[in-house]
């Protein structure tokens, strides 16, 4: 597609369930983030892949947090056993990568846990 | 931990008045700063970058100005639009990854 494209872009959910987050990022972009946004604040750094390498997961709130990107394309961050603090808008950008640090936002997943 | 701060308050301007953002930070030392516009309920969009060996960059009516002294960026809109409405961030980098503030909201009066 032209754009990062996130899905669902709602989701609700009770308390102590999984939620999956998907991520479509530009084609060709090495570059993935995952950030988070709370209400009226900024944006929250969780996780950052490059290529091939290591992600770093520096970012990430707990061990109820985690994220792949398969083929270097696609990301998915999944949280587990839900918390009500886990609510906010989750977004995913991608960036060319090396050389290149514009970074191409989606319109977020608005996660409400309930 | 790096610590990147915006005047929470929002900023009331007329149109046709340049706009002035700032962007504070402490415990950092960024290869690079970026500025994006976040409208309510969208992904945010990047405007400009600076890097650190760069005192000031133009994009049309956009203005960027980076201090690694006095560790500020400001960022200029002349001759403001109501349609430059928005929230604005800025995010200091380096290595590709980079740390956001919590973004100042500009209104512009017509």
């Known amino acids: 597609g032209a754009g990062v494209s996130q899905s669902p872009s709602n989701k609700v959910t009770e308390k102590g369930k999984d939620v999956e987050l998907r991520c479509d990022p530009i084609s060709g972009h090495t570059a993935l983030y995952w950030y988070r946004q709370s209400l009226g604040q900024g944006l929250e750094f969780l996780i950052y892949f490059q290529g091939n390498s290591a992600p770093d997961k520096s970012g990430l709130p707990s061990d109820r947090f985690s994220a792949e990107r398969t083929g270097g394309s696609v990301s998915t961050l999944t949280i587990q056993r839900t918390q009500q603090e886990d609510s906010a808008v989750y977004l995913c950008?991608?960036?060319?990568?090396?050389?290149?640090?514009?970074?191409?936002f989606g319109q977020g997943t608005r996660l409400t846990v309930v | 931990s790096q610590k990147i701060e915006q005047n929470s308050e929002a900023l009331n301007i007329q149109e046709g008045k340049t706009a002035t953002l700032t962007c504070n930070y402490t415990?950092?030392?960024?290869?690079?700063l970026q500025w994006y516009r976040q409208d309510p309920g969208r992904g945010p969009v990047f405007l400009l970058l600076?890097?650190?060996?760069?005192k000031e960059k133009r994009k049309e009516r956009l203005k960027v100005t980076f201090d690694t002294t006095l560790k500020q960026s400001l960022f200029h809109i002349t001759a403001s639009q109501p349609a430059d409405s928005a929230t604005y961030l800025c995010?200091?980098?380096?290595?590709?990854?980079?740390?956001f503030g919590s973004g100042t909201k500009l209104n512009v009066k017509p």
């Open positions: 995010a200091l980098g380096s290595f590709n990854k980079f740390y």
């Open positions: 600076i890097r650190e060996n760069e």
């Open positions: 950008a991608s960036s060319p990568g090396t050389g290149s640090t514009e970074a191409f």
């Open positions: 415990n950092y030392s960024p290869a690079y």
